[in-house]
């Protein structure tokens, strides 16, 4: 667009001023929290998915976690296939900055792990109090431990539908997903954190063959 700025990758950004920008088109970069989130849903019902307009350089950490636990990929240049074995292996898991794994993966990524095989690990170094979730799924069967930022998460063989509350939107979005795995029916409150981060979250995963509604 004809701006003067220097610095990228640095701990400084200079900007110098221009009198005009110009007209540019621009394609915006494709959600890697959205993709991460239904590679996931995929992972933990133990199903095949196929995610569109997707970019795996952004989620490697991702995908790599996702294959430790045993899923098979197969990644073309804007398109991601996977799929999951009938249930997942335990993993042991460190959020980092980009381009470590993603601290908004991590309560949709431990939410897949609550029904794994032997037990997991989750270590939260970017932000505090980010396990409020693990309550909501404890109440769904879970077994999860939380000790300052580290959570230990034993696989239980299956989750049960409850009535549980987002308390944020990656965590919203992991209880939506707890609820897809689970059995019986699960009603999550406060969904207005899912819906700020998530474009047609119900159409999308109607789509997909899940049976939900909002109301």
């Known amino acids: ?3 003067k700025i220097k610095g990228a990758g640095t701990d400084i950004i200079e900007i110098e001023g221009v009198k005009k920008l110009k007209d540019v088109s621009y394609n915006i970069m494709p959600d890697r929290i959205e993709t991460g989130t239904f590679l996931c ?35 073309q240049k804007n398109e991601i296939e996977m799929q999951a074995p009938k249930r997942l292996k335990a993993v ?7 381009p470590g794994f ?8 431990a939410t897949a792990l609550t029904t794994a095989k032997a037990s997991s690990m989750i270590v939260e170094n970017l932000f505090e109090n ?15 431990t939380v000790e300052g930022k580290t959570a230990v998460i034993k696989g239980v063989r299956k989750l049960y539908g409850a009535n ?22 699960t009603k999550i409150e406060n969904i207005e954190y899912i819906l700020r981060g998530y474009d047609q979250f119900d159409q999308k995963l109607k789509a997909l063959g899940v049976d939900i509604e909002m109301v």
Request: aromatic share 6%; with cysteine.
């Open 164 to 185: 549980v509350k987002a308390t944020d939107l990656r965590g919203g979005a992991a209880l939506v997903m707890a609820g897809m795995a689970a059995k019986g029916n």
């Open 1 to 3: 667009m004809g701006a």
């Open 41 to 75: 849903m995929a992972a933990m019902t133990g199903g095949n998915i196929i995610v569109k307009g997707s970019n795996s350089n952004h989620i490697t950490p991702v995908i790599h976690k996702l294959e430790e636990t045993g899923c098979k990929f197969n990644i």
């Open 102 to 109: 993603p601290t908004d993966m991590q309560s949709i990524f």
């Open 130 to 144: 980010r396990y409020k979730y693990t309550q909501e799924l404890i109440r769904m069967g879970a077994k999860i």
């Open 92 to 98: 042991d898991i460190k959020t980092m900055p980009y």
